[in-house]
């Protein structure tokens, strides 16, 4: 999906060295940044794949003793392959944050400040509509929130430890809306909250994939700024287009 940006690349040279430029977007990033996405879409296949296997064909192929068996299984197989998943999205999105600063600095160089770019403003709603993904990353996959306990200073509670991580890890229904990871659904009465967000594979389609593609149409939409401008040259820098 990512490589359809290079159709918009362009070409920084650097007049007062000679014979260095610099493609928008970088090669070396959009590359293993399609090669994510592509990742991602297979690790969310095999997981609607793994849900159908269990759900929707239990009661014809295995026995209630199975059927038990299964989910749990299947649990344990969602959770990892969850954990897999929302790495994957986060460094996606973490490429795309670094490609598209290295962008707008480039341009606003090589333009002499003729194209400023507002680059936090531009992807800021994209950050926002990430945000659960991010928190569960940091809380549960990058480190884990009950190593560092807090307490709460308006409730007095400790929130997240091994409790709410461990038991509420898999809230699990036979509906694919609802199969999730986070919160603290089946933790019961405990003196732990949790401020684990709650996430689920099975959004990529509705949810999630419409973030990296919008995040696809900002850098086309920017690049075609610059390439309304193009071509531009003065004593230190030049920039064209690549692909008319």
Not at 225 to 243: D, G, K, M, Y
Request: aromatic letters at 12%; a negative charge; proline letters at 4%.
């Amino acid at each position: 999906m990512f490589k359809e940006i290079n159709n918009f690349e362009i070409k920084i040279n650097n007049l007062a060295i000679g014979n260095i430029y610099y493609l928008v977007p970088n090669i070396i990033s959009i590359i293993p940044l399609n090669d994510l996405f592509l990742a991602t879409e297979w690790l969310v296949n095999e997981a609607i794949n793994d849900y159908e296997n269990i759900f929707k064909f239990a009661g014809v192929k295995l026995t209630p003793h199975q059927y038990i068996d299964g989910v749990n299984k299947f649990g344990i197989r969602l959770g990892s392959r969850t954990q897999g998943y929302v790495n994957q999205l986060c460094l996606m999105e973490d490429i795309l944050k670094y490609e598209y600063k290295r962008m707008i600095k480039l341009v606003r160089e090589a333009s002499d400040n003729g194209i400023i770019l507002d680059s936090e403003n531009d992807y800021k709603k994209l950050i926002e509509r990430f945000t659960k993904i991010r928190d569960f990353r940091n809380k549960v996959v990058a480190h884990t929130a009950y190593t560092y306990p807090k307490i709460n200073i308006k409730t007095g509670i400790i929130e997240d430890n091994p409790m709410t991580i461990v038991d509420s890890m898999l809230n699990l229904f036979p509906d694919e809306a609802q199969i999730t990871l986070g919160n603290n659904s089946f933790s019961g009465i405990s003196e732990f909250e949790s401020q684990i967000p709650t996430i689920t594979i099975y959004n990529w389609e509705t949810e999630i994939r419409p973030i990296f593609e919008d995040w696809k149409k900002l850098f086309i939409e920017k690049l075609k700024e610059v390439h309304a401008q193009c071509p531009i040259r003065n004593n230190l820098f030049s920039i064209e287009v690549i692909h008319n």
